[in-house]
């Protein structure tokens, strides 16, 4: 006892700065909790007040709402647009979807008769013409002297140059002569379906009907090759200068209307190129879709497409959107400028409907062509000259492309015959 009152007073001190250790100790603890809690709501503060260089001005929301607008009014135009390039004019209006108006002849009749006049005009719009006939070349031969054509006749045609006669060198001036008044060599058996057509007997109605469908089909398509052999041979007015001096054809690969023989302008032998299928002039046009085929154990099955003439690097076939069809195209072309006429091709086509009064009351424009394969020949400039045909001097080839065509659905559907709807999509058993 006497111990703790001589030391008393160390006793209290020790007392004292103990406590005051525990204090400064709870005092650090809750200084740095509280100063956690200051770096939170700092970090917190100044992200708020970094918000408000972010905030959107309400000129700023309402230039937002304008281009969500535009967008929406954008996508409605741009589809209105793809639907616009299948909405083309018909090439008589009283036949689709059925026909109205007026007596099974005279009907497909009036339809015989204006189409032949669009392939008129196709000839007319690339300036075309066909080689001399054996008529008009037979006329030249008949007015020189008999002493200097040998006898006459078409024996000089295949004359060599160092015995070419009076009458074999006046010919071929009037070949020359042709070759200078046209810009390419083309007539109406270039096209599809012109001598069904001019000389078509009428058929059962649904017969008449589809066929006239695949004709209006082809004739969207052949428009669309014509725009570009007109563009790419623009200005020339001679096969010379053209750089796509002949069209050879315009082909489909689809049945045929009927078992007439191919056409010939002339009873000429010489090995001129030609037509890759002798009678395709008569074969219509064809969608491309899928054979219906047995399913293997994998639950999958194909047996190749209808309509196909090459393989469709593209994927595309008829669905519910798009109409897919295949077609050839072969020219005899200047070799320097086959990469142009693929890009003409490609390109966008423009056609206007004008008013009585000249207005243009409806601009369409399309770019529904793909190129899927290109094939290049020699051409044997020999034998071309034989049979009638002069290109002047160039590097020549005869170029084959196979495209596809697309045309949308809901542009044509409400023109599109039932019989045809059924075929495209079969109804299921």
Not at 23 to 49: H, L, M, P
Not at 68 to 94: C, H, M, V, Y
Not at 185 to 210: C, G, I, P, V
Not at 242 to 262: D, H, N, Q, T, Y
Request: proline fraction near 3%.
């Amino acid at each position: 006892m006497g111990l703790i009152k001589k030391n008393l007073l160390l006793i209290v001190f020790i007392l004292i700065f103990l406590a005051g250790m525990g204090i400064f100790a709870y005092g650090w603890t809750v200084f740095g909790k509280n100063d956690e809690k200051i770096q939170t709501v700092d970090r917190k503060y100044r992200k708020i007040k970094g918000l408000r260089s972010k905030l959107v001005a309400n000129n700023v929301l309402a230039n937002y709402e304008r281009v969500a607008n535009a967008s929406k009014r954008s996508q409605e135009e741009f589809r209105n647009d793809i639907i616009a390039t299948t909405d083309r004019p018909l090439i008589f209006d009283g036949v689709f979807p059925k026909p109205s108006g007026l007596t099974f002849d005279n009907l497909y009749q009036d339809f015989s008769g204006m189409y032949c006049d669009l392939v008129d005009g196709y000839l007319k719009t690339l300036n075309a013409g066909s080689r001399p006939s054996v008529v008009d070349e037979e006329a030249v031969r008949s007015k020189i002297d008999s002493t200097s054509s040998v006898g006459g006749g078409i024996r000089g045609l295949n004359s060599n140059a160092a015995t070419n006669t009076g009458a074999d060198i006046q010919v071929n001036e009037l070949r020359k002569e042709r070759s200078r008044k046209i810009s390419i060599y083309a007539n109406h058996n270039s096209f599809f379906a012109y001598e069904f057509w001019r000389n078509f007997q009428l058929d059962k109605n649904d017969t008449m009907l589809k066929n006239s469908w695949y004709t209006q089909i082809g004739h969207w398509i052949q428009e669309d090759v014509v725009h570009a052999i007109r563009d790419i041979n623009y200005p020339s007015r001679s096969v010379a200068k053209s750089p796509v001096k002949r069209l050879i054809e315009i082909s489909f690969g689809g049945p045929a209307f009927s078992g007439r023989p191919s056409v010939s302008d002339d009873k000429r032998k010489a090995e001129i190129v030609t037509r890759r299928v002798n009678n395709s002039v008569y074969m219509t046009p064809e969608y491309l879709r899928a054979r219906a085929s047995k399913a293997g154990a994998s639950g999958k099955g194909s047996s190749g497409s209808y309509g196909q003439m090459t393989y469709a690097w593209t994927k595309r076939s008829s669905d519910k959107l798009v109409d897919v069809v295949h077609f050839e195209i072969a020219v005899v072309i200047d070799s320097t400028r086959i990469n142009d006429f693929i890009d003409v091709l490609q390109s966008d086509k423009f056609t206007e409907d004008v008013s009585g009064n000249g207005e243009i009351t409806k601009t369409n424009r399309r770019n529904q062509m793909t190129v899927l394969q290109i094939q290049l020949d020699p051409l044997n400039i020999t034998e071309e000259e034989k049979g009638g045909f002069f290109y002047g001097p160039s590097s020549l080839k005869v170029l084959r492309v196979i495209c596809e065509y697309t045309f949308y659905r809901e542009g044509y559907d409400r023109y599109m015959p039932e019989m045809v709807k059924n075929e495209l999509n079969p109804k299921k058993k």
